[in-house]
Nanobody, 118 residues
Framework: QVQLVESGGGLVQPGGSLRLSCTAS????????MGWYRQAPEKERELVAA???????NYADDVKGRFTISRDNAKNTVYLQMDSLKPEDTAVYYC????????????WGQGTQVTVSS
């Protein structure tokens, strides 16, 4: 059974930084893509950033220049470095991965709360 385990959320002041981590564990052949989504209260879940197996990345427009996604393939881990955080970044952040096992499936982490407030 594949699991995604997240860490790194918390409370930070505006302008501060946080780093999220997500590690995939279990039995599988490869990870196609990994990324982060977020969901604020009363809003739909939205893509924040994603990185593909080849290293290409994409970001939501409102985090470009502030957030950086990276991936350690040897550790099956994806990171999201969040700088210059704003109150509007407050949300539950979910790790997402498309993983090739016997079948190709999408997996989600349990979510980690990020709160940006003074």
């Amino acid at each position: 059974q594949v699991q995604l385990v997240e860490s790194g959320g918390g409370l930070v002041q505006p302008g501060g930084s946080l780093r999220l981590s997500c590690t995939a564990s279990g039995s599988f052949f490869s990870i196609n893509s990994m990324g982060w989504y977020r969901q604020a209260p009363e809003k739909e879940r939205e893509l924040v950033a994603a990185v593909r197996s080849g290293g290409s990345t994409n970001y939501a427009d409102d985090v470009k220049g502030r957030f950086t996604i990276s991936r350690d393939n040897a550790k099956n881990t994806v990171y999201l470095q969040m700088d210059s955080l704003k109150p509007e970044d407050t949300a539950v952040y979910y790790c997402n991965a498309v993983i090739q096992g016997v079948t190709r499936r999408e997996y989600w982490g349990q979510g980690t709360q990020v709160t940006v407030s003074s």
